[in-house]
């Protein structure tokens, strides 16, 4: 029980949908509408999104490798 709940939905809790939510955040690109943002992110470029993604793509792939090796 720990594997899917840790393992699958801590998955997309933790890594999944926040990255998500930032990266369409930052096409919608709200400075140009509202002003500078002074609480910006110094980790502004999208790599740092996909290096979270390939995180979660690890971490998804060893637990199924955990539950197929028993």
Excluded at 34 to 41: A, C, D, I, R, T
């Amino acid at each position: 029980m720990v594997t899917y709940t840790g393992g699958f939905c801590g998955t997309f809790i933790l890594m999944i949908i926040p990255a998500t939510l930032v990266s369409y955040a930052r096409e919608r690109n709200p400075e140009e509408k509202h002003g500078k943002n002074h609480n910006k992110s110094t980790f502004k470029h999208k790599g740092w999104v996909y290096l979270v993604l390939l995180w979660s793509a690890i971490t998804i792939i060893s637990v199924v490798y955990k539950i197929a090796a028993g």
